[in-house]
């Protein structure tokens, strides 16, 4: 029982989410008896996409609960499974948590579950708040790397990978990126093609050939991906922080998507009279956002602007099937009638749901910060007075709006501008250092090693890039659109960009001149197949060639949008069909948050 | 998957440590004489029990019985001899230089370590004991003697400890084969690896050789950094990132640490301390930054126990919004005045006046803000702005603020252009203003139009009435 929504793309990702099904259910059933399980909070949620809570039930588990600190509900079982992502903090509340347990003299055995592994500190850890004794030899790994999300889409969720990489040296996320697209080739055989830029896609290609070196799998199926492209982040660094204008990134903009979960308050969606409101809690209703929706499915990548348009199609069509009902009918019409209700009612209830979630979209979108920002953001696209401190970002500090905010808008400007004037970059830190803190410092000192704050050069990168890769479009249409600028209404993602170059045969070579502006290097190398030989690149000209996209540091779902736009686009010189990894789904406020300093700790 | 870590009893560990003290001495490695740690005994404590432990964690069961057949099987044979037939093929470097086993260790204190209670036999290991011949399992425990005296090639023990198996780094004695563990660590690219490579070679070299490493290796040094910073081992972690040449990080670390710190008073005196020792040199931007934070600090603290008001952690602009409303009126010079504070930090105008605006508005002082932003012209007559915000922007703020019209009309009177001026006050209701304008520009239609907007009989549709029947106005239209 594989979910719907994974099946159906080129390749077939709900095998993905089999693959860790067998590694988590084969952990548990090795455990006797009854288990409670308990998962570190942004684990939990992942989970789901995993396994529903009634599968781990199949397995003998009674109870799932999150990692919190205190004492966990009570809930007898004979095993007690902590299941948590090597991080020294939640190891802190694991230790809490078993002590609290034995306190209160429960009789249960301790398990330790790590995703992907664990590591020397945890263990280390460990020991020095005293737990490791009880858990004896109940330390497991679970190597899981990619989360499914949906029929075209697999995400880490590591947020950490960029600023580890490129602000702390540690290659240990790129090395599980590696063991990720490993386990995707022993799914889907190996990728002939690897095309790469930037250090860390460098990186994870060598990584991937070494391990590839140790493993002997001989049963690796006959390749069904064409290429893997592989863009390190810190290649674009401004398309994920310009704000995002399809339906699904202007809702992750506004409310924030977590694990393809919308969370919006309840009384929003009063009217309706579901069944079964089962992800319901008092006051906050759960919305899950993926294709299996077949609605969703529809609007998601479109713009904002031609959302209430297909909406109103929509509501046409619905009330139109509900109409024939009243024409004179023969038994067996009503009875195919009757027959395709439920799948009415459905569609029904999802044009009701995502009414509503446009119109809480729109008021967001209409408001006069919103509006103000997008200006802003779209003249610094354009390099229209970059050069100067902005009154806009001016006012913005005044107002003291939200910190990543500002960040958000200093970093754009920066990027578009080439790097801004010492003096105007000296005004900002300024500026922002005493309007929201002085320990923000080190905040704005990552920014500036990260490469997203920085001082001119002698070299105009974006002035250039701009013009070679056409960045910025004017007379593309929101409603049907013929260029994929549209997820942004005037700036089409450089990433996106570049990965329409490099889909081509020669598409390095032929970027040759841009290239040398972007961190390096590029790469395009030719894999072996497990028998030596190497397999042969051109695939039959009438199938499309499948390509796997994987961010290394973050995508953002405007990205998505505009590979599934490319996607669909038959007319067009290469022939592709794209499906996309990357180490975290992202936005402009949580990447610069992923670099900010959190002094709480 | 990775079979549980196999943890060694303090025990069997001591065991270890002699066995070790044994070889150090039998083996007097060449090479290692000139870097290694003056005091080896010291450099094999009790923290080692887990590398130490792992050697022979893949026995699993039957100990006693299985030590019985190894010690049957000593005698006529040298361990570290020309035994290929038992070793195997694993070992790639020549294992005849290595001094015959008994020479080294007595045959009880073997069997001691043999007979150890290995914490297998008490919780039971993962692995296919069951399946496993005593004779094979002889040859494995042989093996793993073998490989204690030859290390295992770099690689394969990177791999153990990447993929959470048995292992040790113990047999790495020479620097040279220290290099090239540290250099497959970072080649494998699993910083779980890198960093217990560098933690390796931090507990057995002299601290001057490990810093010549880690300046060499930028991936192991970053990874020491962290591990440094997460168990907050402050001075190290300067100390490395000084050596490495990195002040400028080992200044911002060091202030990260002090901003984390909890007591105010505390916190001041790091934060000085921090300035004089790292921030001296280097960035003076940074130094600026963090000598104003600590005035800040101070401030905070004397003027939030003044006004008993817990004032820390506020912004220099939050501060200033606070001098605004308390300590307007103190004497200019005074520390708490609001001018005397915006000086001290160099806060721009824009932000001062956008803070007096909003603060003093608040308060519904409209004198203080024409004190700030109008002045007199010398002869006292005609009145001119002092601004360096955006006229508009200042207009706004003061209707949100609730300010009477008569304020709100004096303002508005400094917007540049009858249409701008029209269209503002338009949008904040000042309908005398607006009329004014119209009557400025001669537009009767215009006028008539608004007045028509205006509820009838009210006091400004009179005055637009009135404004309409000067006679003396020559309408443009």
């Not at chain 1, 988590?24 to 809570?53: E, H, Q, R, Y």
């Not at chain 1, 889909?503 to 290097?521: E, S, Y």
């Not at chain 2, 007979?115 to 290991?125: N, T």
């Amino acid at each position: 029982m594989s979910s719907s929504h994974l099946s159906g793309g080129k390749v077939n990702i709900s095998r993905v989410q089999e693959h860790a099904r067998k590694h988590i259910f084969a952990l548990l059933d090795n455990i006797d008896g009854t288990k409670n399980i308990v998962f570190d909070a942004a684990l939990g949620s992942v989970m789901a996409l995993i396994a529903p809570k009634a599968m781990f039930k199949e397995h003998n588990t009674k109870s799932i609960f999150h990692l919190h600190s205190g004492t966990l509900p009570q809930s007898h079982a004979n095993h007690l499974i902590f299941i948590i992502r090597p991080q020294l903090s939640l190891i802190d509340l694991v230790a809490e948590n078993v002590r609290n347990e034995v306190k209160r003299g429960s009789l249960t055995d301790f398990h330790l579950f790590f995703i992907p592994r664990i590591t020397f500190l945890c263990e280390k850890r460990l020991e020095d708040r005293g737990v490791l004794g009880s858990f004896r030899n109940n330390i497991q790994e679970l190597p899981l790397h990619l989360f499914p999300f949906d029929n075209d889409l697999m995400s880490m969720e590591i947020g950490s990978t960029f600023k580890e990489f490129h602000l702390e040296n540690d290659p240990t996320s790129l090395h599980q990126t590696a063991q990720g697209l490993l386990m995707l080739q022993s799914l889907f055989g190996v990728i002939p093609r690897v095309t790469g830029i930037g250090p860390a896609s460098l990186k994870v290609s060598e990584f991937m050939k070494r391990l590839a070196q140790e493993q002997n799998d001989a049963n690796i199926p006959p390749s069904q991906i064409d290429q893997l492209i592989l863009l390190d982040r810190c290649v674009d660094l401004l398309t994920p922080l310009a704000t995002q204008l399809t339906y699904e990134g202007l809702i992750d903009e506004l409310f924030g998507i977590r694990n393809t979960t919308l969370r919006l308050p309840a009384e929003h969606f009063v009217s309706s009279n579901e069944a079964s409101p089962s992800y319901t809690s008092a006051d906050t209703k759960d919305i899950i956002l993926n294709s299996g929706e077949e609605l969703f499915a529809e609007i998601r990548d479109k713009n904002f602007n031609a959302v209430g348009l297909a909406l109103r199609k929509k509501a046409n069509q619905i009330s139109m099937q509900f109409g024939e009902r009243h024409g004179d009918k023969t038994v067996q019409e009503m009875k195919l009638f009757v027959s395709r209700l439920p799948y009415m009612m459905a569609n029904k209830q999802s044009l009701a749901n995502h009414t509503t979630i446009a119109e809480l979209v729109q008021k967001g979108t209409d408001s006069n910060q919103f509006l103000e920002a997008l200006e802003t953001e779209q003249e610094l696209m354009n390099v229209i007075d970059t050069d100067k401190a902005h009154p806009f970002i001016e006012d913005c500090i005044a107002r003291k709006e939200p910190f990543t905010k500002v960040l958000r808008l200093v970093c754009m400007q920066a990027l578009t501008n080439s790097g801004l004037r010492p003096k105007v970059l000296e005004y900002y830190k300024r500026e922002i250092l005493q309007t929201y803190g002085f320990q923000h410092a080190l905040t704005l000192c990552n920014l500036e090693q990260a490469g997203l704050l920085r001082v001119q050069q002698n070299q105009r990168q974006y002035t250039v890039l701009r013009k070679a890769l056409r960045l910025t479009v004017v007379d593309n249409s929101e409603v049907t659109p013929t260029d994929i600028s549209y997820v942004h209404s005037v700036y089409a993602p450089l990433s996106i960009r570049l990965v329409q170059h490099l889909v081509r045969p020669n598409g390095p070579r032929a970027l040759q001149d841009v290239l040398g502006l972007l961190p390096g290097p590029a790469f395009d190398d030719i894999q072996p197949s497990v028998s030596g030989t190497s397999l042969s690149l051109q695939s039959s000209s009438d199938s499309p060639k499948v390509v796997l996209v994987f961010f290394i540091g973050g995508c953002t779902f405007a990205e998505i949008s505009a590979l599934r736009f490319l996607s669909q686009q038959e007319d067009s010189d290469a022939n592709v069909e794209f499906v996309i990894g990357t180490t975290k789904l992202i936005n402009g406020n949580t990447f610069i948050e992923s670099l900010s300093e959190n002094l709480d700790s | 998957m990775k079979p549980a870590k196999v943890m060694f009893s303090v025990n069997s560990s001591l065991f270890l440590t002699q066995f070790q003290d044994h070889f150090i001495m039998a083996r007097q490695d060449s090479e290692a004489d000139d870097f290694w740690n003056s005091s080896s005994i010291k450099s094999f404590n009790f923290d080692d029990e887990e590398t130490g432990g792992a050697l022979f964690g893949v026995s699993k069961s039957g100990t006693a019985r299985l030590s019985q057949q190894v010690r049957a099987s000593l005698p006529g044979e040298d361990f570290g001899g020309t035994s290929d037939s038992l070793t195997g093929s694993t070992s790639t470097t020549p294992s005849n230089t290595a001094p015959p086993l008994r020479s080294l260790i007595s045959e009880n204190c073997l069997a001691s370590i043999l007979e150890a209670d290995l914490p297998d036999a008490v919780y039971g290991g993962r692995t296919k004991k069951n399946d496993m011949k005593p004779e094979e399992e002889i040859r494995m425990l042989k093996r793993q003697v073998q490989e204690r005296w030859d290390a295992p090639p770099v690689d394969l023990t990177i791999k153990n400890i990447f993929l959470g198996r048995p292992h040790s780094l113990e047999p790495y004695r020479s620097l040279s084969s220290k290099h090239l563990l540290l250099d497959a660590a970072i080649n494998l690219g699993d910083g779980n690896a890198i960093l217990e490579v560098v933690l390796f070679l931090v507990r057995t070299l002299k601290k001057s050789l490990v810093h010549q490493i880690l300046a060499a290796n930028p991936v192991a040094a970053a990874h020491y950094a962290r591990y440094l910073a997460t168990r907050l081992q402050a001075t190290e972690l300067t100390d490395l990132l000084v050596m490495l040449g990195k002040s400028r990080e080992a200044a911002m670390k060091q202030y990260q640490l002090c901003t984390a710190t909890q007591s105010v008073q505390r916190q001041i005196q790091k934060l000085k301390l921090c300035i004089s020792s790292h921030f001296v040199q280097g960035d003076p931007n940074l130094k600026k930054i963090a000598q104003n934070h600590v005035a800040l600090l101070e401030w905070e603290q004397a003027v939030g126990a003044m006004d008993s008001e817990d004032l820390v952690g506020k912004s220099a602009v939050g501060c200033l919004a606070h001098a605004c409303r308390l300590h307007w009126d103190d004497p200019r010079g005074s520390p708490t005045n609001p001018f005397s504070l915006a000086q001290l930090h160099g806060v721009c105008e824009k932000q001062v006046q956008w803070t007096i605006l909003s603060e003093r508005a608040s308060q519904q002082a409209w004198p203080d803000i024409d004190s700030v932003f109008i002045t007199k012209n010398w002869i006292g007559s005609g009145t001119k702005l002092k601004l360096a915000l955006p006229i508009e922007k200042v207009v706004i703020q003061l209707h949100s603020k609730g300010a009477p019209a008569d304020v709100l009309s004096k303002y508005l009177g400094f917007v540049d252009g009858q249409e701008r001026r029209i269209a503002l006050a338009q949008q904040l209701g000042c309908h005398k203003v607006v009329i004014d304008g119209y009557a400025a520009l001669r537009d009767r239609q215009g006028l008539q139009g608004y007045k028509a907007t205006l509820h009838p009989g009210s006091e400004s549709f009179l005055y637009a009435e009135g404004v309409l029947r000067v006679s003396t106005t020559k309408w443009k239209n």
